[in-house]
């Protein structure tokens, strides 16, 4: 199973970005997934989750209410729409699989897939 993100980039602050992250060797719908991120000198960090068929959600508090996480199987693709971006949103976003379809654990060592990161950086 590999996966590909795509979509970050330069923004300004209360921008909007969409990540994508798009799994081949395997069928998306057998897995649960998430994104984290990775700030320079910050250990990775929970983002958002969301169950194989998208019923369910966790976002993290730091981003609640203007993060959204959904998938579209059937694409074999999963989103992370970002709103009002903040400076402190800057950093390295990767997309990782759970073999458990029901899982939202922000635990990263609980996946087992991850996805190369896409960087995103939002100015002040």
């Known amino acids: 199973v590999q996966l590909q993100a795509s979509g970050g980039g330069l923004v300004q602050a209360g921008g909007s970005l969409r990540l994508s992250c798009v799994i081949s060797g395997g069928s998306l719908s057998s897995y649960a997934m998430g994104w984290f991120r990775q700030a320079p000198g910050k250990e990775r960090e929970f983002v958002a989750a969301?169950?194989?068929?998208?019923?369910?959600?966790s976002v993290a508090d730091s981003a609640k209410g203007r993060f959204s996480i959904s998938r579209d199987n059937a694409r074999d693709t999963v989103y992370l729409q970002m709103n009002s971006l903040k400076p402190e949103d800057t950093a390295v976003y990767s997309c990782a699989a759970h073999r458990h379809p029901y899982s939202r654990s922000e635990t990263p060592s609980d996946c087992d897939y991850w996805g190369q990161g896409t960087q995103v950086t939002v100015s002040s």
């Open positions: 969301i169950v194989w068929s998208g019923t369910m959600t």
